[in-house]
């Protein structure tokens, strides 16, 4: 559980970055917590092992200092009663969703989700015998529609994945629970400094800290913040499966959110200018970015999201022959899997595992990680990609 959160409400962003609630005076005045690696926890007497369960540390599973100095620090950037750190985002994803969910139940699920989380629902949760539902993003309170008397989950992301739809998210939550159910919402692409879930009525927050957080595509892990209501449940399956994040995992995240105020600043001015500047471009479709005036679901974003960050995607009309051309072509931008580091990525969108928002019927969608680069190159770099698309037929 986390420190007196009363700092979070007087003091800005990044300073709440740069200090947290650690507090070094706690060790001898060093700015960092230490890097605790550890499995073994001696215990003074037969009575403190006997109940332990009152202890702040009893086995390196269980936590050390140094996963308490990330998980302290993100439950105070989420306004969460506790977080847990797991290796991966998809791990972040499948361990409450395993916690809340048992054979015979019904999960809904937003179909504009990250598709690893749609394998794991039509793969592992089916094999156990969970009713898996997909519906529209849109959908807000009318939800209520499709909650069932077993329905234990409501699965959203927002914006949506790759397309970016946006939701309302507390019409969509108070529905949840009047029908009885746990609400998780993944929120990688704001982060909680631009969209905190537990204030929008989300019970679990979600997010892969391989992304803003750690910053520089060097680690992954993910982190599960919750309300006070549902933190027992979810630590106890953490541990009931075995797994936490590693030290040295940890302090790189740890490092990586003293500057994530300042690197998201960055994506975001870069990412919005790169959009606008594309909208205006020969050969290019539709530009889906939250932020810009043109996006279909600005309203809905504006109500609910103070910023946004450096992923977008454009629509490239013609045959994926020309998407793969366009992609080829470029220099600076890579082509690769992930995003929220330091350099700019591309990969063209798949969305043919979705059943209700399914991708357009001529062209393929791009999707742009736009990382630190001077702005200048990245757009000479997709001036270049569009050159050589425009030669496809």
């Known amino acids: 559980?986390?420190?007196d959160r009363?700092?979070?409400?007087?003091?800005g962003p990044n300073t709440l970055l740069a200090h947290g609630p650690y507090d070094p005076r706690s060790m001898h005045g060093f700015v960092n917590p230490p890097v605790v690696h550890a499995s073994t926890v001696l215990f003074e007497s037969t009575d403190a092992m006997k109940n332990r369960k009152s202890l702040p540390y009893t086995y390196g599973l269980r936590g050390t200092p140094t996963t308490k100095a990330l998980e302290d620090a993100l439950s105070e950037l989420e306004n969460a009663h506790e977080t847990i750190l797991?290796?991966?985002g998809l791990a972040a994803i499948s361990i409450p969703l395993l916690?809340?969910?048992?054979?015979g139940d019904h999960c809904l699920i937003v179909d504009s989700v990250y598709s690893p989380t749609r394998q794991f629902a039509n793969g592992t949760l089916r094999r156990m015998g969970v009713e898996i539902e997909y519906f529209e993003p849109h959908v807000g309170a009318g939800i209520a529609d499709l909650m069932k008397p077993n329905t234990k989950v409501v699965f959203l992301e927002a914006p949506a994945s790759n397309t970016f739809e946006m939701m309302d998210v507390r019409a969509v939550c108070d529905a949840a629970h009047a029908g009885g159910a746990v609400t998780m919402l993944d929120n990688t692409w704001a982060t909680p400094l631009f969209f905190r879930p537990l204030e929008h009525g989300v019970d679990l927050s979600i997010h892969a800290?391989?992304?803003?957080p750690s910053g520089h595509s060097d680690v992954m892990m993910g982190s599960v913040s919750a309300t006070k209501e549902t933190?027992?449940?979810l630590r106890e399956t953490q541990m009931q499966i075995g797994v936490n994040a590693g030290p040295d995992d940890v302090y790189l995240v740890l490092r990586g959110l003293k500057t994530m105020g300042v690197r998201l600043e960055r994506h975001q001015a870069s990412a919005l200018e790169l959009a606008t500047w594309l909208e205006g471009r020969d050969g290019v479709g539709e530009v889906r970015h939250p932020a810009l005036a043109s996006f279909f679901d600005r309203d809905l974003y504006e109500r609910q999201f103070s910023g946004s960050s450096g992923l977008f995607s454009f629509l490239l009309p013609g045959s994926f022959s020309r998407a793969a051309t366009f992609l080829?072509?470029?220099e600076i931008i890579g082509l690769g899997y992930s995003w929220g580091g330091h350099e700019s990525l591309a990969v063209a969108v798949d969305l043919s595992d979705r059943t209700i928002c399914k991708g357009p019927a001529d062209g393929t969608f791009i999707r742009l990680q736009v990382g630190l680069e001077d702005v200048a190159d990245l757009k000479a770099d997709l001036e270049r990609g569009l050159a050589a698309a425009s030669s496809v037929t």
Do not use: E, I
């Open 6 to 11: 009363s700092k979070s409400r007087q003091t």
């Open 1 to 3: 559980m986390t420190t």
């Open 231 to 233: 933190a027992h449940r």
């Open 209 to 212: 800290l391989t992304k803003y």
């Open 86 to 88: 797991v290796p991966s």
């Open 328 to 330: 080829d072509a470029l």
């Open 99 to 103: 916690a809340f969910l048992g054979a």
